[in-house]
């Protein structure tokens, strides 16, 4: 089965410099490879799939926008794959004919630059083609690592200065980029006149974003690009920068069809005027007597510049670990806000913008000046940490970026504060949907609650699995679980752990953080840490999103909780009594399918626990046959004394006192602990 599947693009983009191929005299033959390691075998599933790709994402780029994304198969044989025609391409359908052709043809070039390669990236001047093994469409359209810039000459001249030339570009490459974030499907042709006795008097550029894309994310992936063009431009008079989600390009010939939507004037060469003075023997005197106070007053300003890059030498010394932070934190695209900004966004942090409050600090709502909203964290007790390890913590949470993730914007460090921005998700919190406001409570259809499973299901394989360094977030629950527009979920309050919290090694943690309720036993009594901790929790969330009740573990008198009562219906065959009596159909057998998965995700003992792949495998195969669980862990408010312990069936009976009882919460925010791979 061949599904669409579309997603927005990022604002982060990392370019790797290629060759440029071979250029004729038609445009239409460019093509330039990127050629990722993995081979698939020949006459094996891989290729049949792609087969499967190559025959139907053709015409699914050329129907529309010229833009489509597709996955098909199965693991380990699953293909994902992106296809992005120029904007002008697309226009009619004779045009339209020429994306489909530029789409075939960059299947046909993949085969024959990356032979039998699971991983290819072809760029043409038509269009860009990606199919992968890799889940690249679950990135939030991250063009790494498979964007190019690329110059060209052809042997031509270009009569005027360069820096006149690289000046022009750059302005018309900057209008171009600008018009196309606002226009129909953020694509943008540009003329600039150029130099009236120049061999080419005019150039032309060219700026396009994935139409999926929201406007911010489009402006900040082609600002990135611009911001490149003065490295590889030195005067050429051609040049791309390519991505798979957005594209610039530019060119002394005009290359695309239609009128320009963006013209500018020539710009104004610099003038310097030449004045002349018939010298005489007091006019000499005063040339020598002029020459000599410039002189001098030359040796002095050297002077002054040297005394000021000495003091500014040391200080920068003294300051080199804050300022190495910094410049790691500019190279991740992170944007550093001001103080003023923030204050003035969430209107001095008032209360009537507070959003929640945990362990961690509180977060307000805030509006910027272009009506943008967002979200900031005013972190708490942070000034026993140093610039590092803010470095750190920034730099790992600007690496995370999938779309069941909250995305991280940026930060500002005042004085001793530290504030995290965060996208504004307006629908807030999947706590609010199944417990909290009993209005909402009826407003989760069946498909929105399983959408919702899934979802967190692939935002932990992202943090488990795919991210560049494993994170195990440690307090996965229903508050932590943020619902956009559309209802898809996006995992919040991940990457503060090593902020906050110190005592770390890879499998023990000197202080359990979390939440009563969603802490799995191995981790509550003994402090042990692996990804099974957050399984554990993912099962307790999936069963309070299918019965609509509150896991009870997080109560203080409370004697039985939800697992208990789901296990005890299980075991009599009863469980369709705990989910919706409205469902009916294929819809009541994927809720019971669920309520299988959670009690295995609660198991007592971790390595009955499935990992988040085989959990994601289970929830898309509905002919997968389930293994019988186990009796799951229960955690009881007992007021009783007794040690821990775990009775015969494997449960763990333990009271709160019997837990490492540092940092956790009822209702707080997320714990992660991030370690490297």
Same mark, same amino acid.
């Given at each position: 089965?061949?599904?669409?599947?579309?997603?927005?693009?990022?604002?982060?983009?990392?370019?790797?410099?290629?060759?440029?191929?071979?250029?004729?005299?038609?445009?239409?033959?460019? *093509?330039?490879?990127?050629?990722?390691?993995?081979?698939?075998?020949?006459?094996?599933?891989?290729? $049949? +799939?792609?087969?499967?790709?190559?025959?139907?994402?053709?015409?699914?780029?050329? #129907?529309?926008?010229?833009?489509?994304?597709?996955?098909?198969?199965?693991?380990?044989?699953?293909?994902?794959?992106?296809?992005?025609?120029?904007? =002008?391409?697309?226009?009619?359908?004779?045009?339209?004919?020429?994306?489909?052709?530029?789409?075939? #043809?960059?299947?046909?070039?993949?085969?024959?630059?990356?032979?039998?390669?699971?991983?290819?990236?072809?760029?043409?001047?038509?269009?860009?083609?990606?199919?992968?093994?890799?889940?690249?469409?679950?990135?939030?359209?991250?063009?790494?690592?498979?964007?190019?810039?690329?110059? =060209?000459?052809?042997?031509?001249?270009?009569?005027?200065?360069?820096?006149?030339?690289?000046?022009?570009?750059?302005?018309?490459?900057? $209008?171009?980029?600008?018009?196309?974030?606002?226009?129909?499907?953020?694509?943008?042709?540009?003329?600039?006149?150029?130099?009236?006795?120049?061999?080419?008097?005019?150039?032309?550029?060219?700026?396009?974003?994935?139409?999926?894309?929201?406007?911010?994310?489009?402006?900040?992936?082609?600002?990135?690009?611009?911001?490149?063009?003065?490295?590889?431009?030195?005067?050429?008079?051609?040049?791309? $920068?390519?991505?798979?989600?957005?594209?610039?390009?530019?060119?002394?010939?005009?290359?695309?069809?239609?009128?320009?939507?963006?013209?500018?004037?020539?710009?104004?060469?610099?003038?310097?005027?030449?004045?002349?003075?018939?010298?005489?023997?007091?006019?000499?005197?005063?040339?020598?007597?002029?020459?000599?106070?410039?002189?001098?007053?030359?040796?002095?300003?050297?002077?002054?510049?040297?005394?000021?890059?000495?003091?500014?030498?040391?200080?920068?010394?003294?300051?080199?670990?804050?300022?190495?932070?910094?410049?790691?934190? #500019?190279?991740?695209?992170?944007?550093?806000?001001?103080?003023?900004?923030?204050?003035?966004?969430?209107?001095?942090?008032?209360?009537?913008?507070?959003?929640?409050?945990?362990?961690?600090?509180?977060?307000?709502?805030?509006?910027?000046?272009?009506?943008?909203?967002?979200?900031?964290?005013?972190?708490?007790?942070?000034?026993?940490?140093?610039?590092?390890?803010?470095?750190?913590?920034?730099?790992?949470?600007?690496?995370?970026?999938?779309?069941?993730?909250?995305?991280?914007?940026?930060?500002?460090?005042?004085?001793?504060?530290?504030?995290?921005?965060?996208?504004?998700?307006?629908?807030?919190?999947?706590?609010?949907?199944?417990?909290? =406001?009993?209005?909402?409570?009826?407003?989760?259809?069946?498909?929105?609650?399983?959408?919702?499973?899934?979802?967190?299901?692939?935002?932990?394989?992202?943090?488990?699995?795919?991210?560049?360094?494993?994170?195990?977030?440690?307090?996965?629950? #229903?508050?932590?679980?943020?619902?956009?527009? $559309?209802?898809?979920?996006?995992?919040? %309050?991940?990457?503060?752990?090593?902020?906050?919290?110190?005592?770390?090694?890879?499998?023990?943690?000197?202080?359990?953080?979390?939440?009563?309720?969603?802490?799995?036993?191995?981790?509550? !009594?003994?402090?042990?840490?692996?990804?099974?901790? @957050?399984?554990?929790?993912?099962?307790?969330?999936?069963?309070?999103?299918?019965?609509?009740? *509150?896991?009870?573990?997080?109560?203080?008198?409370?004697?039985? +909780?939800?697992?208990?009562?789901?296990?005890?219906?299980?075991?009599?065959?009863?469980?369709?009594?705990?989910?919706?009596?409205?469902?009916?159909?294929?819809?009541?057998?994927?809720?019971?399918?669920?309520?299988?998965?959670?009690?295995?995700?609660?198991?007592?003992?971790?390595? %009955?626990?499935?990992?988040?792949?085989?959990?994601?495998?289970?929830?898309? *195969?509905?002919?997968?046959?389930?293994?019988?669980?186990?009796?799951?862990?229960?955690?009881?408010?007992?007021?009783?004394?007794?040690?821990?312990?775990?009775?015969?069936?494997?449960?763990?009976?333990?009271?709160?006192? @019997?837990?490492?009882?540092?940092? !956790?919460?009822?209702?707080?925010?997320?714990?992660?602990?991030?370690?490297?791979?």
């Amino acid at each position: 089965m061949l599904a669409g599947y579309h997603i927005p693009a990022v604002a982060v983009i990392v370019a790797v410099l290629l060759p440029l191929a071979a250029v004729t005299g038609q445009p239409t033959q460019w *093509r330039s490879s990127k050629c990722a390691s993995g081979a698939y075998a020949a006459n094996g599933t891989y290729q $049949a +799939n792609l087969a499967l790709l190559a025959a139907a994402l053709p015409a699914n780029a050329s #129907a529309g926008s010229g833009f489509a994304t597709a996955t098909v198969g199965a693991l380990p044989d699953l293909i994902s794959a992106l296809a992005l025609c120029r904007g =002008d391409v697309v226009t009619d359908d004779t045009s339209a004919s020429s994306c489909r052709a530029c789409v075939a #043809a960059g299947f046909r070039g993949a085969q024959r630059d990356c032979p039998g390669r699971k991983d290819a990236t072809v760029y043409q001047d038509a269009c860009v083609l990606r199919f992968s093994d890799q889940r690249f469409l679950d990135f939030v359209g991250a063009n790494s690592p498979d964007g190019m810039f690329s110059s =060209d000459s052809s042997g031509d001249i270009i009569t005027a200065p360069a820096a006149l030339f690289n000046a022009a570009a750059v302005a018309l490459m900057n $209008a171009t980029a600008s018009h196309a974030v606002t226009a129909d499907k953020y694509f943008a042709t540009g003329e600039e006149d150029f130099h009236a006795s120049s061999r080419y008097p005019k150039i032309y550029g060219l700026a396009q974003c994935a139409p999926d894309m929201t406007a911010p994310q489009c402006r900040s992936c082609l600002t990135g690009f611009v911001a490149n063009i003065p490295w590889f431009l030195n005067g050429n008079p051609r040049g791309r $920068a390519l991505g798979i989600w957005c594209n610039l390009r530019y060119s002394v010939d005009p290359f695309y069809t239609g009128g320009a939507m963006v013209k500018l004037s020539a710009p104004a060469p610099a003038i310097v005027p030449s004045i002349a003075i018939a010298e005489t023997g007091t006019g000499r005197k005063r040339r020598i007597a002029g020459i000599s106070a410039g002189v001098g007053c030359f040796l002095l300003l050297i002077l002054i510049l040297a005394a000021c890059a000495f003091i500014r030498f040391k200080r920068r010394k003294a300051n080199k670990n804050d300022h190495s932070a910094l410049n790691e934190m #500019a190279r991740v695209k992170c944007t550093v806000y001001d103080f003023l900004t923030l204050q003035e966004a969430t209107e001095n942090f008032a209360e009537k913008h507070k959003l929640g409050e945990g362990g961690f600090g509180a977060v307000y709502k805030g509006i910027l000046p272009d009506g943008h909203e967002i979200a900031v964290k005013k972190l708490i007790d942070s000034t026993g940490h140093g610039l590092d390890q803010i470095r750190n913590e920034v730099l790992v949470l600007a690496q995370l970026q999938h779309k069941n993730l909250v995305r991280l914007e940026g930060f500002c460090l005042h004085q001793n504060e530290i504030l995290l921005v965060y996208e504004f998700i307006k629908n807030g919190s999947l706590d609010n949907f199944l417990f909290v =406001d009993a209005s909402r409570r009826n407003t989760l259809n069946w498909n929105e609650e399983y959408n919702i499973v899934l979802g967190i299901a692939k935002g932990i394989m992202y943090l488990h699995e795919d991210s560049s360094i494993r994170i195990i977030h440690r307090d996965l629950k #229903a508050n932590n679980i943020l619902l956009d527009e $559309a209802m898809d979920p996006k995992i919040a %309050d991940f990457g503060l752990a090593r902020l906050q919290v110190g005592g770390h090694t890879q499998t023990k943690t000197t202080r359990v953080v979390g939440t009563f309720g969603y802490m799995a036993p191995e981790y509550a !009594i003994h402090g042990n840490v692996s990804p099974k901790i @957050d399984i554990f929790s993912f099962g307790v969330l999936v069963l309070e999103i299918v019965t609509k009740r *509150r896991n009870c573990g997080s109560c203080e008198a409370d004697t039985v +909780n939800l697992l208990t009562d789901v296990w005890a219906c299980w075991t009599k065959g009863t469980v369709s009594q705990m989910i919706d009596q409205s469902l009916e159909g294929h819809s009541r057998v994927q809720a019971l399918r669920c309520v299988h998965i959670g009690l295995l995700c609660v198991q007592s003992d971790p390595h %009955d626990r499935p990992d988040i792949p085989s959990v994601i495998f289970m929830l898309n *195969r509905a002919d997968m046959e389930l293994q019988p669980p186990a009796q799951p862990a229960f955690f009881f408010g007992r007021d009783s004394n007794s040690d821990s312990q775990q009775l015969e069936q494997g449960t763990y009976v333990y009271n709160r006192s @019997d837990v490492m009882i540092e940092d !956790i919460s009822v209702n707080g925010l997320t714990i992660t602990y991030p370690y490297p791979r």
